[in-house]
């Protein structure tokens, strides 16, 4: 799980302060002292071994994990060069939600159906949400990650790019091996260290591992219980509330305050069908509950309302278009339709989107970064632009809209 959003870790904000703001904040409360990062490598392990130690992880345990750590010059480049997520969201979800994984979807939910059962007695989250994330993370566990987990991490929080997120997972990886549960030499993920078949954190998985296969050990790699259980776990800790829905399709009447929609608050699912949106399947059972109307293309293209439940998705992954594509995989695992794609606007090409950014960062909006992709920020800019031009404020990025711009 590249990006997770578990992932808070993983977006990271740079934030401008003037000089008498640093004075003024330093003398108002103290500061916290910065991660130890970078140096001599054996040094900088030293450190950590220390601080392991401290946290009462013994010592051989904490030697045994850290014993020939080397500096993965492959981490470092795709931490560098992390790809940015420019696809749509009909290119990526039918690439993503595809018949193959859907019939292998079913089947593990039957194979699995007893761990799924308890899965959702022990922590309310039903097998279609789990089963979506297992099938986008690693194809059921097909596609892990080859990068040595240990030195991935210590690659990390060596360099001082982020040794804030990285140290804990390392000196977590530690614990692991202290419980057996990571061999330092052979244990292999991703290449920012999220390991097994639900691509988890050792943070993550400590804090939220389960033994689903009764063998005393919490193995995400190899054991599929192991997995499906602790990602249930995780979900439930990230809020999910058994019983609720998560997204639901909609068909949309020609007009609506187009400026209401996006993830923001304020609308229940009953406001919305009072406006003529309505469900495709037909179920208006959870109209009190808060409803937010998302437009992935614009107001001519797909259309979902997200309902509490969906700012699971938020933490697990900050990409819109990962979240909702997850969102509607669960759906069509759980019986719904395929969404219809509707007719939508085209929409910009890279360097297009990123003239159109940095044309609403003149005009004042926070955008974020200048990276093309059309993001939170990029969309609400939009809307406001939209409405100030008498244009349905749908958030969509167009090459009409551009040129009005």
């Not at 992390?82 to 019939?103: C, I, M, N, P, Y």
């Not at 993550?204 to 249930?232: E, F, M, R, W």
């Not at 309902?307 to 995989?329: C, D, G, H, R, V």
């Amino acid at each position: 799980m590249i990006d997770k959003a578990r992932s808070a870790l993983l977006t990271l904000g740079l934030f401008a302060l003037s000089s008498t703001s640093v004075l003024a904040q330093t003398q108002a409360q103290p500061q916290t002292p910065p991660v130890p990062c970078g140096g001599d490598l054996a040094t900088f392990l030293e450190g950590v071994r220390a601080e392991a130690v401290g946290k009462g992880i013994p010592a051989d345990a904490a030697d045994r994990a850290l014993a020939g750590v080397a500096v993965d010059q492959k981490v470092l480049s795709r931490d560098r060069a992390q790809g940015v997520f420019k696809q749509t969201f009909t290119e990526f979800s039918k690439r993503t939600v595809s018949k193959a994984r859907l019939d292998i979807g079913a089947q593990k939910m039957k194979e699995y159906a007893d761990v799924f059962a308890r899965a959702e007695s022990e922590f309310g989250v039903p097998a279609p949400v789990i089963t979506a994330f297992w099938a986008m993370e690693t194809d059921f566990g097909a596609v892990q990650g080859d990068f040595n987990t240990r030195n991935a991490l210590a690659t990390l929080a060596h360099d001082c790019r982020r040794p804030e997120m990285f140290r804990p997972q390392l000196i977590a990886a530690i614990e692991m091996v202290q419980h057996g549960d990571l061999d330092p030499a052979t244990t292999t993920g991703a290449w920012a260290g999220e390991i097994g078949q639900v691509q988890m954190l050792p943070e993550d998985i400590i804090a939220y591992g389960v033994d689903g296969d009764g063998d005393g050990h919490v193995n995400l790699k190899k054991s599929a219980p192991d997995a499906i259980l602790t990602a249930a776990k995780f979900i439930q800790s990230l809020g999910f509330t058994a019983g609720q829905p998560w997204i639901q399709e909609v068909s949309l009447p020609d007009q609506l305050p187009w400026e209401k929609t996006g993830l923001q608050p304020g609308m229940t699912a009953g406001d919305w069908f009072a406006l003529g949106v309505a469900p495709r399947d037909g179920n208006t059972s959870h109209s009190a509950l808060e409803a937010a109307l998302v437009l992935p293309q614009g107001r001519k293209g797909a259309a979902f309302l997200t309902y509490p439940n969906f700012k699971i998705y938020l933490e697990w992954n900050q990409s819109f278009i990962y979240t909702t594509s997850a969102a509607y995989f669960a759906t069509r695992l759980a019986g719904a339709p395929p969404y219809q794609v509707g007719n939508p606007e085209p929409g910009l090409g890279d360097a297009e989107m990123r003239a159109l950014q940095t044309k609403l960062q003149a005009l004042g909006h926070n955008v974020g970064k200048i990276d093309g992709i059309l993001g939170s920020g990029t969309r609400t800019a939009l809307q406001k632009e939209q409405l100030k031009l008498g244009l349905p404020a749908d958030g969509w990025a167009t090459p009409d809209l551009l040129q009005a711009l």
